[in-house]
């Protein structure tokens, strides 16, 4: 059956295209879905005003999100959480606790649009980026800081760096070797002292 896709579809296509799809699959999931319509002559000429009017639409959303997300673009809210021992923090931030903060500094984003794939639980600096349209998106950043029991805001404590661990086995080959060329060296010292010790006995 000969369809057109009211919707994005997937692995069947795209809103707007006409497409054949087996009769079962079009009476038992997409028309009833209003997913598609059956592409009659009569369809197909009501669809193509109704597409004109809605990518007119679309591009006025387009439009007004690209605006938006131009002055969302580089914002930075700071989220102040409470920390136990290493800087553990009690609870998480989620995309409501950012999307609340954007809007104390003027920036209405819904919760939704805030690309979080699970919930912050560790305080610093966090780059995170917000879908306001099909292919329209901002980066904003999220600076979580953590206070201790006594309200005092406590450090980020940096992670120790392996570069000294290698130093120090470079050390430990270096001095291992040493004492083999020391061996090395004193051979030829025995051989003279062997040398000496044969001749004597001829004087």
Same mark, same amino acid.
């Given at each position: ?8 579809? =997937? #692995? ?21 879905? *209003? ?37 969302? =673009?580089?914002? #930075? ?10 800087? *553990?923090?009690? /609870? ?6 950012? #999307? =609340?903060?954007?809007?104390?500094? /003027?920036?209405?984003? #819904?919760? *939704?649009?805030? =690309? ?14 917000? *879908? ?42 270096? %001095? ?23 001749? %004597?006995?001829?004087?």
């Amino acid at each position: 059956m000969r369809v057109i896709l009211t919707a994005d579809v =997937d #692995s069947v296509g795209k809103m707007g295209e006409i497409t054949e799809v087996k009769d079962g699959m079009a009476r038992n999931f997409l028309i009833p879905q *209003k997913l598609a319509i059956r592409a009659t002559p009569g369809n197909i000429k009501v669809w193509e005003q109704k597409s004109n009017i809605i990518q007119k639409r679309e591009d006025e959303l387009r439009t007004q999100a690209q605006g938006f997300a131009s002055n969302l =673009d580089g914002a #930075s809210v700071t989220i102040t959480v409470k920390v136990g021992e290493e800087n *553990k923090m009690f /609870g998480s931030v989620t995309s409501q606790n950012i #999307s =609340d903060s954007l809007k104390e500094i /003027g920036h209405e984003v #819904s919760r *939704k649009s805030i =690309d979080l794939d699970s919930p912050i639980k560790e305080i610093g600096t966090h780059d995170i980026k917000v *879908k306001l349209y099909q292919e329209v998106v901002a980066n904003i950043t999220v600076e979580v800081e953590g206070i201790d029991a006594n309200g005092n805001k406590v450090e980020i404590i940096p992670e120790p760096e392996p570069v000294a661990e290698v130093e120090v086995e470079a050390q430990t080959e270096e %001095e291992t070797e040493a004492p083999e060329v020391e061996a090395a060296a004193s051979e030829p010292e025995q051989e003279e002292a062997s040398e000496e010790a044969e001749e %004597e006995p001829k004087e």
